[in-house]
């Protein structure tokens, strides 16, 4: 499945995370910002790709703006996002 | 036992992930008032990860769906039976019809799950005149409805009466469904009180859908949640008297008394059926420990 | 004879500031003081070089010292917190050996022992009469008490009082008196009282916060300690200063006359004095008008030394008569020891303040804080930065759970009995690190940019520079 569209969910409030959605050719590229980078920056890339591949979302291009969201937050945000990505029409 | 219910605004994080500690018997994550049209799917997907991840210290969960009619609520019901709330309160319910009709599509997706038909429950929330008036029907419509939840906002605007502290305007609507409730077997909440900040008016409130035989009421804040607590639990000396009255039988018994009596009162089946409803949930709630 | 200046350049060539000397300031004015910039441009505009800065806390406001570093007019700093640039400035490396962090009752003891020595003092004062009688509670700037002023006008070389409303001799009441101060001068404006106290401080909305509080109330209630008599203070943030909200029902329940409330006060504790929840305040800082306002009018509300509020060489201080205080933390580890002074990254973000001086002296310290914030947990096995030692601190509160230090089985005991949820602290580490994940540890490896010195003067620990 690929990112069709431009698309974001979540928030930049602290708990939560701003996941951004773009087309893009090639591998999937994953760009994080965090609150928490040093400390949770491979965990929050892994979160990622998790969710893409179970979406079977391979290419395109996702941006984490991330205000230390727990995982299952994190994981809500980047489904929704890749969901509004990825649906024809809305 | 459930006295208090907290509504968590479902697109939350920062609420969710700390639902479960204001001392709330039961949470209602909010999946339609408090979340904007455009993050009908975000709230989705962060409450149905959140439940996977989180156990909200073990609370009974309740989760609001969208309205029959709504485009959301089969979304809704795909993404949160699967869940297993104890709960999902359904909004603008306005017959057993609608009942039947969310149950129905329930069933069919507990067995596209593999989960027993049933599982999840429903407390619909009445905040039409409509439901008002049809509430002993929507009370009795369907096993899984085993507790309604009155909207005082939405009602009072369907009836066209302005919303006031006193509540005047919802005294026939609670005392409706109090009597509909009672005569289906099921629980009754009473609808949230709106004003964050009134304290002694929460404790008005809550005092008064108690006395009218509500078995407790919705929260929109944390902070009213102790003060409802404290309304719908026994008070010390409903457990004392209730103690009195049950150890008053046996005494009565003893004496070969037909009628036993306690402070010139006649002790009848009501009094002590009501005794032991208070033993009971201060049982339940660890309120037992006051005396000797 | 008047000691009034021409001019503040005039008042520091009368006072022989030289490279290399010591100047201090206090931080009563907050993030609303004019004074300290004004007086190093001034020095810089002299050419003067090398200076040492005692403050007794540091702003965002101070900025402008980073430039100061920079440009070699100052190139060491004593003080009891820091934030903002400077703090970010200072963690990376800028100054050419550490900051010295003492707290509020280590400063005054470090000038007693000679440890730390000032040659000028600045002192900002809201009032001031020409011949350096100085009261905190008049004038545009007022910022009420001037406890940590005091130490600096006993212990430095030379004092230069610094007014914005100058009044005729003798001015009353004076907190600094004329025996202690050489030079007065003038200013257009000490302060912006916006930065100086909140007009009311407003307690937190945080349903999480007050969760916490809550249940610190519940904790002081089962400690034993409510009883007449009873002594209590607070931080001015978050669930710390709802706590007093809390506290007050129970003590009217109880039936309880408390002895006084200490430290920087809030309109919150002045209520609870004016409705004789407490018989006196004892006020090093005042956080917001009203109390500004108490301590002017009632006379049952003190102002106190830093030396009297917290010092260890004093022959008795405030905090040794504490029954309760509830403190914040960055950090708390496996072992009860709390920072203060670095964020989770290794960045200086505060300091102690009286932290470790009221946690050493109350008959119980309470640290509350969230389980997790964002999503960094509050329990660590070690904390990247000691500011109060662990055996000097004896629950800690979360909105998930307490845990009381092994040090204090019969407090564990009361808190069990009375239905509190303890936990073992490692049992409440790993409910944490449940929500967050295992956060990966950090470790700054820089040079030394701080040191934490504690209250006995001795360094207890290091702040290293981040990149």
Not at chain 2, 23 to 34: R, S
Not at chain 2, 101 to 127: D, F, H, N, Q
Not at chain 3, 391 to 410: C, F, K, M, W
Request: with cysteine.
């Amino acid at each position: 499945m690929n990112i069709l569209r431009a698309a974001s969910a979540g928030t930049l409030e602290s708990s939560d995370a701003l996941v951004m959605v773009s087309p893009g050719e090639g591998e999937l590229a994953i760009d994080i910002e965090s609150v928490v980078l040093p400390q949770f920056g491979a965990v929050i890339r892994q979160a990622v790709e998790e969710v893409a591949r179970e979406m079977g979302v391979t290419a395109g291009i996702v941006r984490v703006n991330d205000r230390g969201a727990l995982e299952c937050t994190l994981r809500a945000r980047v489904e929704t996002a890749l969901l509004r990505g990825t649906e024809a029409g809305t | 036992m459930i006295r208090s219910l907290l509504f968590v605004p479902g697109n939350s994080p920062a609420m969710l992930q700390n639902a479960d500690i204001h001392g709330a018997d039961a949470l209602i994550l909010d999946l339609e008032d408090a979340v904007a049209l455009k993050e009908k799917d975000g709230a989705r997907a962060l409450v149905k990860h959140a439940v996977k991840a989180l156990n909200f210290g073990g609370l009974p969960l309740v989760i609001r769906v969208n309205p029959l009619g709504s485009p959301y609520l089969e979304d809704d019901l795909l993404a949160m039976v699967p869940l297993r709330p104890a709960y999902l309160m359904p909004t603008k319910v306005s017959g057993a019809g609608d009942i039947q009709r969310i149950s129905a599509r329930m069933a069919e997706i507990e067995a596209s799950r593999g989960m027993k038909s049933g599982c999840v429950g429903l407390l619909p929330l009445i905040e039409t005149a409509l439901g008002v008036e049809n509430a002993f029907r929507i009370a009795s419509s369907d096993p899984r409805v085993q507790g309604m939840l009155l909207g005082a906002e939405d009602l009072a605007s369907d009836l066209g009466a302005a919303r006031s502290k006193a509540g005047r305007e919802i005294f026939y609507a609670r005392g409706r469904m109090v009597m509909a409730a009672r005569a289906a077997g099921i629980l009754v909440f009473d609808t949230p009180f709106t004003d964050v900040d009134d304290e002694e008016g929460l404790e008005k409130d809550a005092g008064f859908a108690k006395s009218l035989g509500f078995d407790g009421k919705a929260a929109i804040s944390p902070r009213h949640v102790a003060a409802i607590n404290l309304a719908f639990s026994p008070t010390v000396v409903e457990i004392n008297y209730a103690r009195e009255v049950m150890a008053a039988i046996p005494k009565g018994e003893e004496a070969g008394l037909g009628v036993v009596s306690l402070h010139g009162k006649m002790v009848d089946k009501p009094i002590v059926e009501r005794a032991k409803r208070v033993l009971a949930a201060a049982r339940q709630l660890g309120l037992e420990g006051e005396d000797e | 004879m008047s000691k009034l200046a021409g001019s503040l350049r005039e008042a520091i060539t009368a006072c022989g500031l030289k490279d290399g000397m010591t100047v201090s300031f206090h931080h009563h004015l907050r993030n609303g003081d004019h004074t300290l910039n004004q007086v190093l441009a001034e020095i810089a505009g002299m050419g003067i070089k090398n200076l040492r800065i005692e403050a007794s806390s540091l702003f965002a406001v101070h900025a402008p010292l980073v430039e100061h570093i920079k440009n070699g007019v100052v190139t060491a700093i004593g003080t009891g917190y820091m934030s903002g640039p400077l703090a970010r400035a200072v963690s990376e490396g800028i100054l050419p050996g550490p900051a010295r962090f003492r707290t509020h009752g280590g400063r005054p003891a470090a000038m007693e022992r000679g440890t730390a020595r000032v040659d000028v003092a600045f002192i900002a004062a809201p009032a001031a009469d020409p011949m350096g009688n100085l009261s905190g509670v008049l004038g545009p700037a007022a910022c009420g008490s001037l406890g940590y002023a005091m130490t600096d006008a006993r212990y430095a070389g030379k004092v230069v009082a610094l007014t914005d409303h100058l009044l005729p001799y003798p001015l009353f009441p004076a907190s600094i008196q004329e025996d202690r101060v050489d030079y007065v001068v003038q200013l257009s404006s000490i302060g912006n009282p916006q930065g100086i106290v909140s007009g009311t401080t407003r307690m937190t909305r945080d349903p999480v916060a007050l969760a916490i509080a809550r249940l610190a109330a519940r904790v002081i209630e089962h400690s034993g300690l409510i009883k007449d008599g009873f002594s209590f203070q607070t931080g001015a943030g978050g669930a710390s200063l709802a706590v007093t909200q809390y506290l007050k029902p129970i003590m009217r329940r109880l039936n309880v006359r408390g002895s006084f409330g200490l430290g920087g006060i809030t309109g919150y504790l002045v209520e609870m004095l004016e409705e004789g929840f407490f018989d006196s305040l004892l006020d090093v800082q005042c956080f917001d008008l009203k109390a500004v306002a108490s301590i002017r009018d009632n006379p049952r509300h003190q102002e106190i030394s830093a030396a009297r509020y917290a010092s260890p060489l004093a022959k008795s201080a405030a905090v040794d008569s504490l029954d309760a205080v509830v403190l914040g933390a960055l950090e708390i580890d496996t072992d009860f020891n709390v920072n203060v002074h670095a964020d989770s990254n290794g960045i200086i973000a505060g300091g102690s303040g009286g932290h470790a001086d009221t946690a050493a002296g109350a008959k119980l310290a309470i640290v509350a804080a969230p389980l997790f914030r964002a999503r960094l947990p509050i329990i660590v096995d070690r904390v990247l930065c000691v500011t109060t030692p662990g055996d000097t601190v004896d629950v800690l509160i979360t909105q998930r759970g307490i845990a009381v230090n092994p040090g204090q089985p019969e407090l564990k005991d009361r808190l069990v009995r009375a239905g509190l949820p303890v936990y073992d602290i490692v049992k409440l580490k790993e409910m944490a690190e449940g929500y967050t994940g295992v956060p990966a540890p950090v470790k700054p490896e820089g040079k030394v940019v701080g040191e934490v010195e504690y209250r006995d003067g001795r360094v207890i620990d290091v702040i290293r520079a981040v990149r």
